[in-house]
């Protein structure tokens, strides 16, 4: 199962340890999977999904964290989020 089948299944669990809807969290594993699909960057559709949905950094993280890790670009998160962060401070 990839990243966007366990945010959308988990959706409801995920919600809850976050404290948004589970209709957030699915949008948000919508909204970035139409912008990897449109050939953007990781970095890139993270940050603006994350941006899209006025969700802070840190909340995106732990929804992509929540899904679990798998055969997935995002299994690499701690980088990613801290190379998102620099690229935020520069």
Do not use: C, W, Y
């Given at each position: 199962?990839?990243?966007?089948?366990?945010?959308?299944?988990?959706?409801?669990?995920?919600?809850?340890?976050?404290?948004?809807?589970p209709?957030?969290?699915?949008?948000?594993?919508?909204?970035?999977?139409?912008?990897?699909?449109g050939?953007?960057?990781?970095?890139?559709?993270?940050?603006?999904?994350?941006?899209?949905?006025?969700?802070?950094?840190?909340?995106?993280?732990?929804?992509?964290?929540?899904a679990?890790?798998?055969?997935?670009?995002?299994?690499?998160?701690?980088?990613?989020?801290?190379?998102?962060?620099?690229?935020?401070?520069?």
């Amino acid at each position: 199962m990839d990243l966007f089948q366990n945010l959308v299944a988990n959706a409801p669990a995920i919600a809850e340890k976050i404290g948004v809807s589970p209709d957030k969290v699915r949008a948000i594993a919508s909204t970035l999977q139409a912008k990897l699909l449109g050939q953007m960057s990781l970095m890139d559709a993270v940050e603006a999904t994350a941006n899209e949905h006025d969700i802070p950094f840190d909340q995106f993280h732990e929804i992509l964290v929540l899904a679990g890790p798998g055969d997935d670009p995002t299994s690499n998160l701690g980088s990613l989020f801290s190379g998102l962060i620099k690229r935020r401070t520069i």
